[in-house]
Antibody, heavy 115, light 107 residues
Framework: EVQLVETGGGLIQPGGSLRLSCAASGFTVSGNYMSWVRQAPGKGLEWVSVIYSGGITYYADSVKGRFTISRDNSKNTLNLQMNSLRAEDTAMYYC?????????WGQGTLVTVSS | DIQMTQSPSTLSASVGDTVTITCRASQSISSWLAWYQQKPGKAPKLLIYKASSLESGVPSRFSGSGSGTEFTLTISSLQPDDFATYYCQRYNGNSETFGPGTKVEIK
């Protein structure tokens, strides 16, 4: 059974950094393309970043240059390093497998950027 | 970047109705389109991938169609469990943009 568990969220001041992790089980992260998606309170879904199985990465314009997606194959985890955080980055962050590969979502981890 | 739009933004319907939601891409995305259902406080659930392929375990009253720039999600014989928000998403490209969502409400 595929399971995704996100950790690392919390309250952080503007300008700060956080590292989110997504522990995967039931499949190998390295063999799938995976994304981070976020949802601000009361808002719609916003795609953040994707990493393909070959290692190619893409980012939404809103986070380009501030966020970095990566994989740790030894731990079977997906990561998101978030720097220079802004109030508008406040959201629930989900890791997601590709829609053609089951489209599984974790339960999310909440990031709150506030002073 | 490719933009995704959905219509309507809100849809009022009754149990047993057939409803259709439209998703449009600003340029062709072939069939790289997914549909999700989200209920309050829950993570989204994949319904349809590659425009018309039904995800395993999803009831057959959900169906998807379209290619290129125009896509539809149809829910036949709406059930009480189907009242939720639905999102389309373009995937398998250099951005995986979501549509703004369609809320299906009880009439």
């Amino acid at each position: 059974e595929v399971q995704l568990v996100e950790t690392g969220g919390g309250l952080i001041q503007p300008g700060g950094s956080l590292r989110l992790s997504c522990a995967a089980s039931g499949f190998t992260v390295s063999g799938n393309y995976m994304s981070w998606v976020r949802q601000a309170p009361g808002k719609g879904l916003e795609w953040v970043s994707v990493i393909y199985s070959g290692g190619i990465t893409y980012y939404a314009d809103s986070v380009k240059g501030r966020f970095t997606i990566s994989r740790d194959n030894s731990k079977n985890t997906l990561n998101l390093q978030m720097n220079s955080l802004r109030a508008e980055d406040t959201a629930m962050y989900y890791c997601v497998t590709n829609p053609g590969g089951g489209g599984n979502w974790g339960q999310g981890t909440l990031v709150t950027v506030s002073s | 970047d490719i933009q995704m739009t959905q219509s309507p933004s809100t849809l009022s319907a009754s149990v047993g109705d057939t409803v259709t939601i439209t998703c449009r891409a600003s340029q062709s995305i072939s069939s790289w389109l997914a549909w999700y259902q989200q209920k309050p406080g829950k993570a989204p659930k994949l319904l349809i991938y590659k425009a018309s392929s039904l995800e395993s375990g999803v009831p057959s009253r959900f169906s998807g169609s379209g290619s290129g720039t125009e896509f539809t999600l149809t829910i036949s014989s709406l059930q009480p469990d189907d009242f939720a928000t639905y999102y389309c998403q373009r995937y398998n490209g250099n951005s995986e943009t979501f549509g703004p969502g369609t809320k299906v409400e009880i009439k």
